[in-house]
């Protein structure tokens, strides 16, 4: 099945300073990579996805760039926030169609 | 709309007892995921639905788990017996179909503490 690595596990930016994240996927036939955010206690929620006919894709702050050659996917942030602490996930389909997500990365900003 | 449901939020079980999860998912979603959290494992899919119909279950990690689905608006995750392992927080989702490119809502998910 889908095996989905997830670099680096902790991370520490300054305020207004950029965060990358950076996944890696084992199944060629995956064709899509959404990113969750979990804040303390909560539940995750989509903050972005791509598609593999895309490269890059971008939301204000948010980007996420896709090498499907390569079979990795980054989660890039930038002007980072207090708010923006939180743990990260990137997950990706795999043959069997359903998501497999990284073990996640908590990002802290410190003010 | 309230969005996904899950009760109860937290549970403290004592182990040999059965645990019973439950879930509502946002109205209109053909499909609906357990998912277990822990630090070790991380975000682990234990099974999912589609119209009620369960898909796959092949995350399920023994026959103390099952699952079921008897109408569109309910779904139970069932642990019995429980053991102090099962201690984890327990997340149900739901999305309008069973393409994984259609977003996931999670619900606030079940802490649940086996001693």
């Known amino acids: 099945g889908e095996n989905v690595e997830q670099h680096p596990s902790t991370l520490s930016v300054q305020e207004g300073d950029s965060a990358v994240i950076k996944c890696t996927y084992s199944d060629s036939a995956s064709n899509y990579f959404p990113w969750y955010k979990q804040e303390l206690g909560k539940r995750p929620q989509l903050i972005i996805d791509?598609?593999?006919?895309?490269g890059e894709k971008k939301d204000q702050r948010i980007a996420v760039t896709l090498n499907k050659t390569a079979k990795h996917f980054s989660l890039h942030i930038t002007e980072t926030q207090p708010e923006d602490s939180a743990v990260y996930f990137c997950?990706?389909?795999?043959?069997?169609?359903?998501?497999?997500f990284g073990s996640g990365t908590q990002l802290t900003v410190l003010p | 709309d309230a969005g996904v449901i899950q009760s109860p939020r937290h549970e403290v079980t004592e182990m040999g007892q059965e645990v019973t999860l439950r879930c509502k998912p946002i109205?209109?979603?053909?499909?609906l995921f357990w998912y277990r959290q822990t630090m070790m494992r991380g975000l682990e899919l234990l099974i999912y639905?589609?119209?009620?119909?369960?898909?796959?279950d092949s995350g399920m990690p023994e026959d103390r788990f099952s699952a079921k689905m008897p109408n569109a608006s309910f779904s139970t995750l069932k642990i019995q017996p429980s053991e102090p392992r099962d201690s984890a927080v327990y997340f149900c989702?739901?999305?309008?179909?069973?393409?994984?490119?259609?977003?996931?809502?999670f619900g606030p998910g079940t802490r649940l503490l086996v001693l």
């Open positions: 997950a990706a389909t795999g043959s069997a169609r359903q998501l497999t």
């Open positions: 109205s209109g979603h053909n499909s």
């Open positions: 989702a739901s999305s309008l179909a069973m393409d994984p490119r259609e977003t996931q809502y």
């Open positions: 791509i598609r593999s006919n895309v």
């Open positions: 639905f589609n119209n009620n119909v369960p898909i796959d």
